[in-house]
Nanobody, 126 residues
Framework: EVQLQASGGGLVQAGGSLRLSCATS????????IGWFRQAPGKEREGVLC????????YSADSVKGRFTISEDNARSTVSLEMNSLEPEDTAVYYC???????????????????WGKGTQVTVSS
């Protein structure tokens, strides 16, 4: 059974930092695109950052470029999201996901054909 468990969310002031981690199991970690989505209240879920297994590159939403960084530990099958210079607009539930579309064309869910963990809340106060 594929499992993804995100942790590390919380409340932070604008300008602060948070690090999210995601522990995975039930699949070969190096086989699937891996990364993070988020969903803010009243908004569509959006891809944030991902690692493509096809070309080894990382891809990010324009809104987080230069502020967020993704990293992985293949030995532990974990993926992390380092978030710096946080803004109130970054407030959302953040989800770790695997096997979605991750490329220079964007970060997109396969809508049922990919894998998701339960989200972790990130709240940035102004």
């Amino acid at each position: 059974e594929v499992q993804l468990q995100a942790s590390g969310g919380g409340l932070v002031q604008a300008g602060g930092s948070l690090r999210l981690s995601c522990a995975t199991s039930g699949f070969t970690f190096e086989d699937f695109n891996i990364g993070w989505f988020r969903q803010a209240p009243g908004k569509e879920r959006e891809g944030v950052l991902c690692i493509s297994r096809r070309d080894g590159n990382t891809y990010s939403a324009d809104s987080v470029k230069g502020r967020f960084t993704i990293s992985e530990d293949n030995a532990r099958s974990t993926v992390s999201l380092e978030m710096n210079s946080l803004e109130p607009e970054d407030t959302a539930v953040y989800y770790c996901a695997a096997d979605f579309f991750c490329s220079s064309l964007g970060i997109y869910s396969k809508h049922g054909a990919d894998y998701w963990g339960k989200g972790t809340q990130v709240t940035v106060s102004s």
